[in-house]
């Protein structure tokens, strides 16, 4: 797998539109190749910004977590969130890289990666994909990953539901490889976390993407979803005291 940073100007608000800037900085793709962009980057192209000290980010979080934690909850005074089936901190937004300005998550982020992924089928004639990333921290581990937002024109899971392992003794009964983060997790280390100006990973060569010439169907997208009923950290998760935005409720 071959990962290529692309350096980009310093994007503020409503600079670009998101396909100006990739048209700007991305002269080719090769069939089956994978566009990483940063979440942070399709924000500022479509304008979900608040200027800073308009509003408290406590508040700004509440409004735009499912649930959350008040940031009086640990030591770090960090608002640990969920918001599209991930726990995040701060439901997403960030003021660095903002120029003064936090920065929210896209408001449709599938749909914003599928209008994407069409303008380069397009432009390039050939099959290409895109996820859309930012990064998290981990329970009991240092550093932040990557991970994908939202993904379109590749299967987000491989199975191996069925599969033998190695030896053929034993048949694989819950295992599925998730394409999509693993991607946006490389990605992200290309991309850096502070200066670097990268917000833009061309991925080719990746053999094991499924490369599907279209946007992922609703089916496809519920499938990476997990309840918590079926979750290894469900009961966990149930337990945690979450307050909720009121259509929560």
């Known amino acids: 797998m071959k990962l290529t ?28 190749a994978v566009l990483a962009v940063t979440a942070k980057v ?4 479509e304008g979900r910004v608040v200027p800073v000290g308009s509003v408290p980010k406590a508040e700004l ?10 940031p009086e909850f640990n030591p770090f005074e960090v ?33 914003s990666a599928n209008r ?33 937002l939202a993904h379109s024109g590749f299967a987000a899971l491989n199975s191996y539901i069925g ?9 694989l009964q819950h295992t599925y490889a998730g394409v999509v983060d693993g991607l946006a997790a490389a990605a992200v280390l290309v991309m850096g976390e502070g200066a670097e100006r990268l917000p833009l990973v061309l991925i080719e060569d990746a053999g094991m993407v499924d490369v599907q010439d279209r946007n992922p169907t609703a089916a496809e997208l519920e499938q990476m979803r997990i309840t918590l009923d079926e979750d290894l950290y469900g009961e966990m998760l149930k337990k945690i005291p979450w307050d909720k935005r009121p259509e929560n409720s």
């Open 42 to 45: 399709v924000s500022l192209c």
């Open 79 to 111: 608002m640990v969130t969920i918001k599209r089936d991930v726990l995040i901190a701060f439901a997403g937004v960030d003021e660095s890289n903002g120029d003064g300005q936090y920065v929210l998550w896209p408001q449709d982020p599938q749909a």
């Open 5 to 32: 940073g692309i350096k980009t100007e310093a994007v503020t608000a409503g600079a670009y539109e998101l396909t100006e800037l990739v048209d700007k900085y991305v002269p080719d793709m090769p069939p089956g």
């Open 163 to 171: 599969q033998p392992d190695i030896f053929g003794k034993y048949e």
């Open 61 to 70: 979080v509440r409004r735009e977590a499912e649930y959350y934690l008040p």
């Open 116 to 148: 994407l992924r069409e303008h380069l089928r397009r432009r390039f004639g050939h099959p290409v994909g895109v996820v859309i990333t930012d990064s998290k921290t981990s329970p009991l581990r240092w550093g932040t990953q990557g991970f994908g």
